[in-house]
């Protein structure tokens, strides 16, 4: 971001902003803020561990790979072999809340049928 990007979107919220915060007020935003981003770190390394468990207790090895199916790119998040045809192909997801199920179920069919 450009020096004249970032002072136009500093204008465009600084009016929306107090004028001032109390100490204990800026310390429960970023205590907030850590504990969000520690909980993103994690659900960001869930793909990678069911990866790892694959190929630890797996006959095969799986690998992240893009394919191409009526002309539209996709990835999948675990596929073997590594390179040529795709043998296995598994689409990772993670279902945190009842109402994930069906997005996630839904997401998995659709995929499933191009």
Do not use: C
């Amino acid at each position: 971001m450009s020096d004249d990007e970032a002072k136009v979107i500093a204008g465009y919220i600084k009016p929306f902003l107090p004028s001032y915060l109390e100490i204990p007020a800026i310390s429960q935003i970023d205590r907030i803020a850590f504990i969000d981003k520690e909980i993103r770190k994690g659900k960001g390394r869930w793909e990678k561990k069911i990866l790892e468990s694959l190929d630890r207790f797996g006959s095969l090895q799986f690998h992240k790979r893009m394919f191409v199916a009526e002309e539209e790119q996709f990835e999948l998040d675990a596929a073997s072999p590594k390179s040529g045809d795709i043998k296995v192909g598994i689409d990772i997801k993670r279902i945190e809340a009842r109402r994930d199920t069906h997005k996630r179920s839904d997401e998995i069919i659709n995929k499933a049928n191009i």
